[in-house]
């Protein structure tokens, strides 16, 4: 124990640092692609598991009506990752499907021009595009409010589900707005339909929607400084602000582009069910942020992908489908669905653990089969 | 220095000097990483054993083992003869076995009392907390500490070194026998310091082990009975107090004579580039006044040392120059223009950028690449038509990789892989990229490795001899001393004294920034022998 070895005789190091660094690295890329991979393992294990159980399952017409709701999902999905990679949540995106709907709809309706008897008929471009400001509007006010009054992000949108819930329900009172949607002619408000439930190429508009916003998102996240931008702030905003990054409009933006695809969604979906109801969109902000999850981001912010938040949503779909088509009863399909959730968390972390026991003891291995026994002794 | 007589301990029949805990052939593996090779390591009852080494030199993970926080991958420890196994931590507290950590682990909305006895509460007979008991002990302790703490105080309310004597209180409630100490003077002033080490001296009296690390290696020579010297994951060296000194410890931690004098470098300086006029800070949550009228010159090229204690104000002046912060009042020029009202990022652009005081919370982020982190302050100037462009990014990253001297694989590699001093030349590189006149670091050194350490000052006059103005904070006297062209001393938010480093005297600089000559520090003739690297 009273040894003082010299510094000569200190063994060199077996292993140069930038070796260990180079091996650390690809176990790095590796669990991100298992990450993605197991999402992408699950979605083929539902697929062949109900494609056993059901003939219909893979039936082009079933697949397009999974495509269908899976678009809804992902889109909303697609905004819900850029608030969930800043570290933040937004509860409020179900509500303002159902608001931006019911505007759209009165909008068909027309609107009472104050201090006169007319009533206006606007474009159904101008519908369009005031239905998605809506969308963007709500969330640009839930941004305004967490960014810069820095209020919790979970309380702020839950106080807007209601708000926005409430609001719908204030413009449908109470009646669905169905036979208007298809416009009149005369009035010049004619071909929502006609764009909003369109298949081109044999797929539903939403899905040609998704796939564009999907690239979108993509070249926004990896390419531009706004998505650097927010992987930094949802990693570490201290650092990221010290850096120059403007955090408080990064994360003020990230709401208005949930908000937009809540819009967005809001149009699709009642050109979907030709009407405009009181409780379209309930639930499904859960939906998205079930995708999201999933698809491997981290609820803490900084990591997340957008293929793996569409994936996410593919499994949602397809499971969801599945679970109808075999005859599961709605009352199960809800605790199956919310198992596969946790079940997807669970995996990822017990994987997570087991490769870094792995490295642990594979390191072990090597530091034995290189110490000698004479260490041993006292 | 030496260790108080052969006075029998009442507690047990441990005897002074007798080893007590013994570490025998101790690994340990994160990963591909080898964090301790065969370690061999004793604790002796009433005796301070000082551990140490560089960062990564295996010191933290030693005492994580030590202390049941970690597993060893191989190896035995053996405590009075017996050997055991450390499930955890409460495992080895139950064993009289404690550890205190450099940041403190307290609960700062609980009281002291509360924290102490937090996990190990005392019960009445029908199952609540028997308060009045707990309360009894808790004085009982601080009168033996001899530290005036009532019981019900908050422990936010505490002073850092107040919240260390709660850590050691806490620990001496669980019948402590062993305690480990790691860096427990980091965020002391001197006197506290003082205090601290006088508690030990009574700990070790009354038949305590303690185990010691730190990286103020002149304090913990003081303190120590026994020296030992880990580098690389393996023990190098074990020498009772008397025979080592400091130029001995770090040529064991270094197994190389470290020094760094920076004093004769050529300067070339050149116009004003920052001007602070009167500058007042005022905490926006207590409205106290923290940096009091301050005015200082940073001129191209020169490198300037902001030195003062803890509290001084150094980090709020720091925070308040780079935008974190609105001023109070007074004036920020950089090149003549005034910056007041700007934000971070503006100030960036207009080459006035921080290196923060605490890497893991404000420098690195974590999640993104040791590229991403160098690129991420000067972004906007790799954009082409409003996206990265990949080719001009990465051809910065290897500029700024290779500026720096980051030792990493490769510009993907995760920053947190890094060793402490990288991950600083990351930050710093950071900034650089941004093509500074004036960069801010506060407590650039801190943590880092005595080599880093260096490096780092390196870098720095290398840059201000192109021009770049540089504005640092510390708190240790030797890096003031050897590394800047300049020292100005803040002393309670004001600027008190200015000193040539070259006509100067260590003393000097100390008693103006209101440190009292405290034994723990050192004379002034080991600046020449290893300047900084205390």
């Known amino acids: 124990m009273t040894t003082t070895n010299a510094p000569a005789e200190v063994t060199p190091r077996p292993q140069s640092p930038a070796g260990g660094l180079a091996s650390r690295l690809r176990s790095i890329t590796l669990s991100s692609a298992l990450m993605e991979g197991r999402a992408l393992l699950a979605l083929v294990l539902i697929i062949a598991v109900f494609a056993t159980l059901s003939d219909n399952y893979l039936d082009p017409g079933n697949l397009v009506t999974i495509t269908k709701q899976v678009a809804f999902n992902a889109i909303l999905a697609l905004g819900m990752l850029m608030v969930i990679l800043n570290g933040g949540i937004d509860l409020s995106v179900g509500s303002t499907v159902g608001l931006t709907g019911a505007v759209a709809g009165n909008l068909f309706r027309g609107l009472d021009l104050p201090l006169t008897q007319a009533i206006m008929f606007p474009q159904v471009w101008v519908i369009v595009v005031i239905s998605v400001g809506v969308g963007a509007l709500v969330g640009y006010a839930n941004g305004l409010l967490i960014s810069r009054l820095r209020l919790a992000p979970f309380i702020v949108t839950l106080g807007m589900l209601y708000v926005g819930r409430g609001l719908t329900e204030v413009l449908l009172n109470g009646q669905n707005i169905t036979n208007e949607l298809r416009g009149q002619e005369g009035l010049g408000n004619t071909g929502f339909f006609e764009v909003f439930a369109s298949r081109p190429l044999g797929l539903p508009i939403s899905a040609w929607v998704m796939i564009a916003l999907a690239i979108l998102a993509s070249i926004l996240l990896v390419r531009s400084p706004f998505g650097r931008w927010l992987y930094a702030s949802g990693s570490n905003e201290r650092a990221a602000e010290l850096s120059g990054v403007p955090v408080t409009r990064v994360k003020a933006r990230i709401y208005v582009i949930a908000g937009t695809c809540a819009g967005i969604v809001g149009l699709l979906q009642i050109a979907n069910i030709s009407s405009a109801t009181a409780d379209l969109g309930q639930f499904y902000e859960l939906n998205a942020i079930a995708a999201v999850v999933i698809g491997g981001a981290a609820l803490s912010g900084g990591r997340g992908t957008v293929r793996g938040t569409i994936i996410g949503a593919f499994v949602i779909g397809f499971l969801a489908n599945g679970l109808v088509i075999v005859g599961v009863s709605p009352f199960w399909q809800q605790v199956i669905t919310g198992a596969v959730i946790i079940l997807a968390v669970a995996v990822d972390r017990v994987q997570q653990i087991a490769q870094n026991r792995g490295a642990a003891r594979r390191a072990a291995a090597e530091v034995r089969s290189k110490t000698p026994a004479a260490s041993r002794s006292a | ?534």
């Open chain 2, 1 to 534: 220095m030496s260790a108080p007589a052969t006075e029998t301990v009442s507690a047990g029949s441990t005897e002074i000097g007798q080893v007590v805990l013994r570490a025998v052939g101790i690994s340990k593996t994160y990963g591909v990483t080898k964090a301790l090779k065969g370690v061999d390591f004793e604790v002796r009852a009433g005796q301070v054993t000082v551990l140490f080494g560089e960062n990564g030199a295996g010191k933290s993970t030693l005492m994580k083992i030590l202390s049941g926080v970690e597993q060893p991958t191989g190896g035995q420890l053996v405590l009075h003869d017996e050997p055991i196994t450390l499930e955890n931590t409460v495992d080895a507290v139950e064993r009289g076995v404690s550890i205190i950590h450099q940041e403190t682990n307290l609960c700062p909305n609980l009281n002291v009392r509360d924290n102490i006895f937090l996990g190990r509460e005392l019960r009445t007979r029908i199952g609540g907390i028997d308060y009045a008991g707990e309360t009894e002990v808790t004085s009982r302790l601080m009168r033996q500490l001899e530290e005036e703490i009532a019981p019900q105080t908050l422990v936010a309310d505490l002073r850092m070194g107040q919240q260390q004597i709660v850590e050691i209180a806490r620990a001496l409630a669980a019948e402590t026998r062993i305690l480990i100490m790691d860096e427990p003077t980091s965020a002391l002033s001197a006197s506290e310091v003082e205090v601290l080490f006088r508690v030990i001296r009574e700990l070790t009296a009354n038949g305590v082990a303690i185990v010691y690390i730190s990286h103020h290696l002149e304090e913990a020579i003081s303190i120590a009975d026994h020296a030992v010297v880990l580098r690389d994951g393996e023990l190098v060296a074990h020498e009772p107090a008397g025979g080592i000194d400091l130029p001995w410890v770090v040529h064991q931690m270094t197994g190389r004579q470290a020094e760094y004098d920076f004093r004769d470098e050529p300067r070339d300086s050149g116009e004003v580039a920052l001007s602070v006029r009167n500058l007042t800070v005022a905490d926006h949550a207590t409205g106290r006044v923290v940096v009091d009228g301050v005015s200082i010159d940073v001129r191209a090229g020169e490198i300037v040392c902001l030195y003062g204690l803890m509290g001084a104000g150094r980090t709020e002046l720091m925070e308040t120059l780079a935008g974190r912060d609105p001023m109070t009042a007074g004036e920020v020029l950089l090149n003549g223009e005034n910056i007041a009202g700007l934000s971070v990022g503006e100030r960036i652009s207009r080459g006035l950028g921080l290196v923060p005081e605490d890497r893991q919370r404000d420098g690195v982020v974590q999640l993104l690449s040791v590229g991403s982190n160098l690129s991420l302050a000067g972004l906007r100037s790799v954009v082409r038509k409003g996206l990265i462009s990949r080719v001009s990014e990465s051809g910065r990253i290897r500029r700024g990789m290779d500026e720096v001297t980051v030792k990493a694989a490769g510009p993907d590699t995760p920053i947190t892989s890094l060793s402490g001093g990288n991950q600083q030349k990351v930050v710093i590189g950071k900034l650089l990229m941004t093509d500074p006149t004036v960069l801010l670091l506060d407590e650039p050194t801190r943590g880092i490795d005595v080599g880093a350490k260096g490096e780092i000052f390196a870098l720095l006059f290398k840059e201000a001899q192109k021009g770049l103005g540089v504005l640092y904070v510390t708190s240790e006297i030797g890096e003031a001393m050897t590394a800047s062209h300049r020292i100005v001393v803040m002393h309670k938010g004001r600027i008190v004294r200015e000193f040539d480093p070259r006509t100067s005297t260590r003393a000097e600089v100390m008693a103006a920034s209101g440190e009292s000559a405290s034994p723990t520090t050192s004379t002034p003739t080991t600046d020449q022998a290893i300047g900084g690297t205390q």
